[in-house]
């Protein structure tokens, strides 16, 4: 049975800083490629960052230069490293794999930023 575990979201002032974790089981982790995505009250779920099996990223505009993706294939684990968080980034973020005819969704971790 796939799992993706996420984990790191809590309340955070603006300007401030966390590193959201999500962990894979069940899954050949290390050739799938690993989204973070976000969702925020009365929206849409949005991509926020992607990484490749060979480690390539892409972004987002609206958080390029604040966050950053990265994954650990011996731990089964990808992450996002938010820094200079905004209230506009107030939102449920979503771990996502997918490779040829499979995909899986974690449960969300919430990310409050606000004063």
């Known amino acids: 049975q796939v799992q993706l575990v996420e984990s790191g979201g809590g309340l955070v002032q603006p300007g401030g800083s966390l590193r959201l974790s999500c962990v894979a089981s069940?899954?050949?982790?290390?050739?799938?490629?690993m989204n973070w995505y976000r969702q925020a009250p009365g929206k849409q779920r949005e991509l926020v960052a992607t990484?490749?099996?060979?480690?390539?990223?892409n972004y987002a505009d609206s958080v390029k230069g604040r966050f950053t993706i990265s994954r650990d294939n011996a731990k089964n684990t990808v992450y996002l490293q938010m820094n200079n968080l905004n209230t506009e980034d107030t939102a449920v973020y979503y771990c996502y794999g997918n490779w040829i005819g499979s995909n899986y969704w974690g449960q969300g971790t919430q990310v409050t930023v606000s004063s």
């Open positions: 990484i490749s099996s060979g480690g390539s990223t």
């Open positions: 069940g899954m050949q982790f290390s050739i799938y490629v």
